[in-house]
């Protein structure tokens, strides 16, 4: 990542100096925030991202004034004095940017260097009066100040101030009723308007009564705001208070920022309240568990703690905001609860977790129709371990961890309900114009998931299989064929609503799902989401695909899912009839891969679905059995070195390796490679269909002395494999350690040590999407370029190295060249094709290939990593 940012920069020779050093700052940014939490959530004992409570307090102080009933002095006995007037002003800014909701202002550089001090509760004072530079600080006239406050005393005011329980049109109501009984008039006079500061709306409580309701403020909010203040000891958290405002977008970016969730959980441990905190151990866990799942970390050291969280799945970001909404609404009830409790005999109803069975001094309430009571880390624990398994789309995603019942959404009737009420209209007249156009079409995901709730052993029978199939198929062939078809049938974009909240799969998916696409585009992103995300397949294959479509290595998302281990969509593509039996490029089944790698899980259901025990070699016969291998310490392996290690040269350490393979093996890569499908003819010009004409054209701008025919821009054909059962990687595994050791990076292979939980380490051989090129023509070139890296999908290591194995000799021609710069035709080393022979370079070393005299040349390509960052 480090290497990746300082490639970003302006030194590249990039045009756009702006915005390379912008996405520049904000990878780095990114990289900072992860890696915070990513050591906070392995650390010991400690909480993912928090702040210690010493090092963000909170400061009350009485106040006299009617209009603003702040809060007490006796409720709170902390104070804010650590903090400096620089960081309360930060403070400030970000409050003022959620009330004028600013999503610009919470970019990831943003809150990588301020998270620190947002990642708790807010910091207010309420002054016996407003210091005399407040008076600028007007919330009437909807011109927050911009400039920052000149003491602490201004800061603490004006974040009180937007942190007040006032109800502003009960003030108004109750001044004009005083007015009136005291008989003057209430029209204000010309000279009492010119005195002092007008009077200010205080916040969140204007906001959310323009949003949520005036019941809401008055019934929910005002009480909650009060009982954290009385029995808590604290304020909101920036996070509770864009949520209550109803700025979701804001709570989304605080969580990509590292911000914990969780933090607000805690009581005073006061023994005259008798309040006691949660047990250390299980909110730290409950946080790192939260963190875990957000930012879909891997490695860590208490993994069996951990247990039970998908770190695969990515749980969409407007889902984030309705749990954390979720959690606060459960917050308000079981703060509402105490207090009623408190007013009838405090200890005649203790506080016990109905989970855990730990008492503490507050609660949440999941509300009705239950009304159980739990402490917020059983629920958090509860939520990470329960969504990312939630497979019906159109369920709510929170519920009672005991009785399973629903969340039921916000206890407020607002404009929030209406536009999820008028998004939940839009998404079932969609299903509507969709239905009215395809037959069969009771048979939806939807309808599968009830059926195998009610039969949860049973197994459709072939024909409904298949008839759920054509009906998914049918939806998928009403899509245009290609992006440039869909460009002409494109509709107007949209307003992306950056303050939605999604309650359930179905509706945070909807967007992605339903979004314009082309059939080619939703079979690419169908391929991602079976590894990234089951639910996003799963409402793919509602929305209508292909479930038996193959990409260019010839596998299938059955194939794909399989082989990644993930039971959950296997089963759903076997419901809507995918067929196990289609084989890879190579030979490879799903039923090999599975065995492959031991899974269990998924071998049994495909031995259920196929009805009896399947032999995977049956459907295979032209699958030869791979040969014996070289050992790693064999001394055939001959390593020369076209430059120097320490050379100033972007292709320092390229070697090639001669007998890196026995006559046997070649002759099995050369029969695996006739049995895959040629994707590109090699009769086909550089380009695509260029006319003669163009050919010309190109062949005249070259250098005349190369004497570079018109055959030159004859492509090679392509066929590509994927050696997911690694018999490719093991036959080459002895060339690249003969490699590395020429190299002098042999022993830091040895000592890289990765964690024991996950043992996750990188590809000691050739990643195992490779292709074979075949120059079947002369005059054949590879035009001067470098290489891309490319990303191990179980590791995540990036790729450092090309890697060729030439599989016939070229007696004329064909010479892979490296060249000293791009644009120049200086040439560092030349490597001649000869049959077993593999040449190894940095991927950053500009090459390119001679034309192809005596023709055929075949050569296997691949991605290695040959030395460690």
């Known amino acids: 990542v480090v290497k990746a940012i300082r490639t970003m920069g302006i030194e590249n020779g990039s045009t756009n100096q702006w915005k390379t050093a912008r996405e520049r700052n904000r990878l780095k940014a990114r990289y900072e925030i992860h890696s915070r939490v990513n050591a906070s959530v392995n650390s010991v004992g400690g909480r993912s991202g928090c702040v210690s409570k010493t090092n963000i307090t909170t400061t009350i102080i009485t106040s006299c004034g009617a209009s603003h009933n702040l809060c007490d002095a006796t409720e709170c006995n902390t104070d804010a004095t650590n903090l400096a007037l620089e960081e309360l002003n930060i403070i400030v800014r970000y409050v003022h940017s959620v009330i004028s909701n600013d999503l610009s202002s919470f970019s990831a550089v943003a809150l990588a260097r301020h998270g620190h001090l947002l990642n708790g509760p807010l910091p207010t004072a309420a002054l016996a009066a407003p210091p005399d530079t407040c008076a600028k600080f007007d919330l009437s006239k909807d011109n927050i100040s911009k400039s920052d406050a000149i003491s602490k005393e201004e800061a603490l005011y004006e974040i009180s101030t937007m942190l007040s329980t006032d ?100 009581c005073s441990s006061d023994n005259n309240l008798e309040g006691r905190i949660f047990s250390g151990a299980q909110a730290d866990l409950a946080s790192r568990r939260v963190m875990t799942l957000f930012h879909s970390l891997r490695g860590n050291e208490e993994e069996s703690k951990l247990g039970g969280i998908d ?20 917050r308000m009830n079981g703060a509402l609860d105490d207090d009623e409790v408190e007013s009838v005999n405090l200890h005649q109803y203790p506080n016990n977790c109905s989970l855990c069975d730990c008492e503490a001094h507050s609660l949440i309430k999941f509300g009705p129709p239950c009304n159980h009571t739990y402490c917020e880390p059983c629920m958090w624990n509860h939520l990470v371990s329960h969504v990312p398994r939630c497979t019906d789309l159109g369920r709510n995603v929170v519920n009672c961890p005991i009785c399973y019942e629903e969340f039921e959404r916000f206890q407020c009737q607002n404009r929030q309900n209406e536009n999820t009420s008028k998004r939940s209209t839009r998404m079932l007249e969609e299903k509507k114009d969709s239905a009215e156009t395809l037959p069969m079409n009771d048979m939806s995901i939807q309808d599968i998931h009830h059926r195998g709730n009610q039969q949860e052993n049973s197994i459709p029978s072939i024909e409904l299989r298949q008839r759920r199939r054509l009906v998914s198929l049918a939806k998928f062939m009403n899509l245009p064929a290609t992006s440039a078809e869909l460009k002409s049938k494109k509709k107007n974009k949209r307003r992306k609503d950056h303050n939605a909240l999604a ?28 590894l990234a ?63 492959k790698y031991q899974r269990a899980d998924v071998l049994d259901l495909l031995e259920n679905y196929a009805g009896e025990t399947y032999n995977y070699y049956s459907t295979t016969p032209s699958r030869i059995k791979m040969p014996l291998l070289f050992g790693s310490d064999s001394d055939n392996y001959k390593v020369s070195l ?35 499908p040629v994707l590109d003819e090699c009769d086909k010009v550089i380009g695509g269909d260029a006319s003669k004409k163009k050919a010309e054209q190109i062949i005249s701008g070259l250098n005349k002395s190369s004497c570079v025919s018109e055959k030159s821009f004859f492509r090679p054909s392509r066929s590509y494999v994927c050696d997911a059962e690694e018999e490719v990687q093991t036959m080459l595994a002895g060339c690249v350690s003969a490699a590395r050791r020429a190299l002098g990076t042999a022993e830091k292979w040895k000592k890289v040590s990765m964690p024991k939980a996950t043992n996750i380490s990188p590809p000691a051989s050739v990643f195992q999407h490779i292709r074979f090129l075949n120059y079947a023509k002369p005059g054949g070139i590879l035009p001067p370029h470098v290489d891309l890296c490319r990303v191990d999908d179980a590791s995540g290591f990036r790729s450092t190295h090309t890697f060729i194995l030439y599989l016939s000799d070229c007696g004329c ?57």
């Open 167 to 266: 109800v502003t049109w009960m003030l108004a109501k109750a001044k004009q009723s005083t007015t009136t009984a005291s008989g003057a008039s209430t029209r204000p006079s010309s000279q009492s308007t010119k005195r002092g500061p007008s009077i200010m709306h205080p916040q969140p409580t204007t906001l959310a009564a323009s949003k949520f309701g005036p019941d809401y403020v008055i019934m929910r909010l005002v009480p909650y705001m009060r009982h954290l203040r009385l029995r808590c000891r604290r304020e909101l958290t920036l996070m509770e208070y864009a949520s209550l405002l109803g700025r979701h977008g804001i709570v989304a970016l605080l969580l990509q920022g590292g911000l914990d969730p969780t933090i607000g959980n805690e």
């Open 311 to 330: 770190t695969s799945c990515l749980v969409p970001l407007p889902m984030w905001s309705y749990l954390v909404r979720s959690v606060i609404e459960m």
């Open 503 to 530: 309650g359930t799969w179905e509706e945070a998916l909807h967007p992605v799902i339903h979004m314009q696409q082309s059939r080619e585009v939703r079979s690419e992103r169908f391929f991602r989401s079976v």
């Open 533 to 595: 995300s089951p639910h996003l397949a799963i409402g793919y294959m509602d929305a209508g695909i292909d479930v038996n479509i193959q990409n260019i290595y010839g596998q299938t998302p059955l194939y794909v899912a399989c082989w990644k281990g993930s039971a959950m969509v296997v089963k759903w593509l076997l419901n809507l009839g995918a067929d196990y039996r289609i084989a890879a490029n190579g030979g490879g089944t799903c039923f090999s891969v599975a065995k």
């Open 642 to 676: 076209l430059i120097d290690p320490s050379a100033d040269h972007p292709g320092a350490g390229a070697c090639i390796v001669d007998n890196a393979l026995s006559e046997i093996q070649l002759k099995w890569l050369e029969a695996l490679w006739q049995s895959l």
């Open 813 to 869: 021609g064909g010479d892979t060249v490296l060249l000293e710069k791009l644009g120049q035709p200086n040439v560092t080393a030349i490597s001649q094709p000869r049959k077993g022979r593999a040449l190894i370079f940095p991927h950053l070393c500009p090459h390119s290939g001679l034309e192809v005299i005596s023709a055929p040349k075949l050569l296997l390509r691949g991605e290695i990593i040959l030395d460690l960052p």
